[in-house]
């Protein structure tokens, strides 16, 4: 389906070992850690050292499954970090400790944070008049300080609340946005793994979440992102930390997942030259509203939020009760000044941004699907570019086959993907028994197995949407159309095999069942 048997061949690189060729094998599924332990037992050096390692120029090369392969003739070094570098780290380390100590030391003194924040107030009416801003801006200024004096004085000189918290009345979960400084470590990405992140084929499984940080980070930059809407840089790490923060750890709806939907619509973007055919406006709402499609998703679909009447169904009248409060939550994040990363947008640009970010999340439900598909097909033979409704829908399609674009990927890399989904359908189900609630055929773990599950979702959903979607970009057929009837040929093969076994224990079962008849 896609991949290839080079995939499992093992990596073979060479080191420099006090003046002697060792020669190092690893396998490409190996995580970055694994290589490092592996370098250092290599290298003679103690495990769980510091290390580096550098070419014969000295240039760094990075430890991780994709590092390029050298040769005898060309040798790799293991160099264990200095004192002083290390000490380099620990004085960051303590001078963020010393940050937020003070900042909390801060916030239960309450007097001076009022005096502080009319300080603030007065420094900031004077910057704003001298950048020459309009009357309204001051005064939205003047309101956010306002509400932020008032929640603190009516806190009575507890810590400030962030305002991006959501209670659930079934597990009292509160999500809370980071606003600390961003420490996640810059990775530079290899050129391999630079190519690989813009190909469906691209493993989602071997990445630590700050790798994956650091690759967000990147498409934003090399989509021009950054750029076009004047992104400050540290704000762009700080949303995008707030925006893992902001993912609960569910089996299937976490952020990696949130990762494999951007990675999949970065790789779409390219696949499809959208950016000759789209402005980066389009780019940027794509990739945003990939990156915050789920946000703070508790585990639970839409259809239980309805049945059971939790507060998120009454709150939107069980109109897409998940997909609205996944919006509601990005636009938390985006309110606060330090994770702001359209901040330096036009307000009436980011009002059109903010709807057509909130048009393609909503689009995420499934309930949608037939309308939004339907919807498509009647414009995809006379597409226009030019055509904001066209170009809306299309949008609104691309999305959703990112978000369920799993089967498009290599079987080793898809098929965990349905383990982690039947996983939470089953949780859910066993809830909905336990609270008397109706339970869906394909969530309830004692009708579904995995082919099952599958066949009727790639024939009927997949297939036809991808499909239609290859109709505008033929160029998408080989990469992702023929995998899906790939999977759809693997898992029939599947429920062929257990229908067969089925039959065949039910066989035993009947000639025992007879055979114990004749015995009396």
Same mark, same amino acid.
């Given at each position: 389906? #896609? ?11 060479y ?8 020669k ?8 970055p ?13 103690p ?7 550098? &070419?014969?120029? /000295? ?28 000490g ?5 380390f303590?001078n963020v ?11 239960? +003194?309450?007097?001076? @944070?009022k ?12 910057r704003? =008049? ?10 939205? %200024? ?16 507890g810590?400030? !609340?962030?305002p ?7 597990? #009292? ?5 980071? +606003?600390?400084?961003? !420490? ?8 391999e793994?630079?190519?690989? @992140?813009?190909k ?16 967000l980070?990147?498409?934003?930059? &090399? ?8 992104? !400050? ?18 089996p299937?709806?976490?952020?990696r997942? %949130? ?29 945003t ?9 508790? #585990? ?8 059971? +009447?939790t ?6 009248n ?8 996944h ?12 994770c ?5 947008? &036009?307000p009436?640009?980011?009002k ?6 909130i048009?393609?999340?909503l689009?995420?439900?499934?309930? $949608?699907?037939?309308?939004?598909l339907?919807?498509?097909?009647q414009?995809?033979?006379n597409?226009?570019?030019? !055509? ?13 086959c990112?978000?369920?674009s ?14 982690c ?5 089953f949780m859910?189900?066993? *809830?909905?028994?336990?609270? /008397? ?5 394909f969530?309830? *773990?004692?009708?579904?197995t995995?082919?099952?599950a599958?066949?009727?979702f ?7 949407m991808?499909e239609?979607?290859m109709k505008?970009?033929p160029?998408?057929?080989?990469i992702?159309?023929?995998?899906? $009837?790939d999977? *759809? ?12 076994m089925?039959? =065949?224990?039910?066989?035993k ?12």
């Open positions: 389906m #896609g991949s290839s048997s080079s995939s499992y061949v093992p990596k073979t690189i080191l420099d070992v006090d003046g002697k060729v060792q190092v094998v690893f396998s490409r599924h190996c995580s850690c694994d290589i490092k332990e592996l370098l250092c037992s290599s290298s003679n050096i495990r769980n050292t510091a290390i580096m390692m550098v &070419d014969p120029e /000295g240039a760094l090369v990075s430890i991780d499954p994709t590092m390029p392969t050298n040769s005898p003739n060309s040798l790799y070094k293991v160099v264990p970090l200095s004192t002083g570098q290390l380099e780290k620990e004085d960051m303590q400790l010393s940050q937020v100590a003070d900042q909390f030391s801060r916030a239960f +003194r309450i007097n001076e @944070l005096t502080e924040v009319t300080n603030r107030l007065a420094m900031l009416e004077k704003v =008049e001298l950048e020459g801003l309009k009357v309204v801006e001051i005064e939205k %200024c003047k309101n956010d300080l306002k509400k932020l004096r008032d929640e603190m004085t009516s806190r009575g000189g810590r400030v !609340n962030c991006c918290k959501y209670n659930f009345s079934d597990d #009292g979960k509160k999500v809370t946005p980071r +606003r600390d400084v961003p !420490n996640y470590p810059k990775y530079t990405l290899s050129q793994t630079v190519e690989a @992140l813009k469906p084929t691209f493993d989602v499984w071997h990445w630590e979440h700050n790798e994956m940080l650091s690759c980070e990147y498409m934003y930059h &090399d989509l021009g992102l950054v750029k076009e809407f004047n992104m !400050n840089p540290i704000t762009l790490k700080r949303w995008l930390l707030a925006i893992q923060e902001n993912y609960r750890n569910n299937f709806h976490n952020f997942h %949130c990762f494999c939907v951007s990675q999949m619509m970065y790789g779409m973007i390219h696949l499809c030259n959208l950016q000759e055919k789209m402005t980066l406006t389009d780019m940027g709402i794509l990739m509203a990939a990156v915050c499609h789920d946000l703070d998703h508790p #585990g639970y679909n839409n259809t239980y939020q309805i049945n059971a +009447r507060e998120l169904a009454v709150r939107y069980d109109i897409s009760p998940l997909e609205n409060h919006c509601a939550v990005a636009f938390q994040i985006l309110s606060l000044p330090e702001n990363i359209f901040a330096n947008v &036009d009436e640009a980011f059109q941004i903010r709807q057509a970010i048009t393609l999340i689009a995420t439900d499934m309930a $949608r699907h037939g309308e939004i339907d919807s498509f097909k414009k995809v033979d597409f226009d570019f030019t !055509n904001e409704e066209h170009v809306t829908c299309l949008k609104m399609v691309l999305i959703k990112c978000d369920i799993n089967e498009v990927r290599p079987t080793e890399v898809a098929e965990p993907w349905v383990d989904l039947l996983e939470e359908y859910q189900s066993d *809830r909905e028994k336990s609270e /008397g609630l109706p339970v869906a055929p969530m309830d *773990r004692d009708k579904v995995k082919p099952t599958q066949i009727g790639i024939k009927f959903v997949l297939i036809p991808f239609t979607v505008l970009f160029q998408i057929e080989e992702m159309v023929q995998p899906l $009837r999977s *759809r040929d693997h898992y029939e093969e599947l429920k062929q095999i257990d229908d067969a089925t039959e =065949e224990a039910q066989k079962k009947t000639e025992n069942m007879s055979l114990g008849g004749k015995k009396k």
